[in-house]
């Protein structure tokens, strides 16, 4: 069977230690039960493209796994180290585009229009700071570097490595939550 041109990589930490800066306002379970419902969310939003998790928990790959997706299983790498082996793995199988979508996208919808463009497409966060979503060719080398900043990082990347930067502001996959003010959703969605 081949492979399918465009792959979706999503990240998802151990649901138990996800969104630590929301324990003033939800208790260790409820933080676990939100990090969960977002990931189903960005999985959901995948659809019809294969999707991959790449995660270092059982319980997250028992999850993804029950949930349809393949995992890819980065122990011990880190976020960057882990999406960047993801992505060398769907390269390694013929994927020819990953998108790389984080797991705590509330409104998160279709994900398959971010790998319509040639290049490299980021959606950056609503701050201009994250990479909430982009796309690459996934056999480019892109060096993966999230964290503060990684929305300029990321383009500067796209750039050395003289790949066309296109960049899109989407309301809805530029909604992350990582703040308290974060869990109080856009009523018009």
Same mark, same amino acid.
């Given at each position: ?64 796994? %029950? +949930?349809?997706?393949? /995992?890819?299983?980065? !122990?011990?790498?880190? $976020?960057? =180290?882990?999406?960047?082996?993801? @992505? ?26 971010? %790998? +319509?463009?040639?290049? /490299?497409?980021?959606? !950056?966060?609503?701050? $201009?700071? =994250?990479?909430?979503?982009?796309? @690459? ?53």
């Amino acid at each position: 069977m081949a492979a399918p041109p465009i792959a979706v990589v999503v990240p998802v930490k151990d649901f138990t230690r996800a969104k630590v800066r929301l324990a003033q306002h939800l208790d260790a379970a409820a933080r676990a039960e939100l990090a969960r419902d977002m990931a189903g969310i960005v999985l959901a939003a995948a659809a019809p493209l294969p999707v991959s998790v790449v995660c270092d928990d059982v319980d997250v790959r028992t999850w993804a796994e %029950a +949930a349809g997706a393949d /995992v890819i299983w980065t !122990p011990g790498l880190g $976020l960057n =180290g882990a999406v960047q082996a993801g @992505v060398a793995e769907l390269a390694d199988r013929g994927v020819d585009t990953v998108v790389v979508a984080h797991s705590d996208l509330p409104l998160a919808t279709s994900l398959a229009w971010v %790998a +319509a463009t040639p290049g /490299v497409t980021l959606v !950056p966060d609503r701050r $201009l700071d =994250g990479t909430n979503v982009l796309a @690459v060719p996934a056999a480019a080398g892109f060096r993966f570097s999230y964290g503060a900043g990684s929305f300029d990082r990321h383009r500067a990347e796209g750039l050395r490595l003289a790949l066309p930067v296109r960049i899109v502001r989407d309301a809805r996959l530029g909604w992350d939550v990582d703040h308290p003010a974060d869990l109080a959703l856009p009523a018009h969605y």
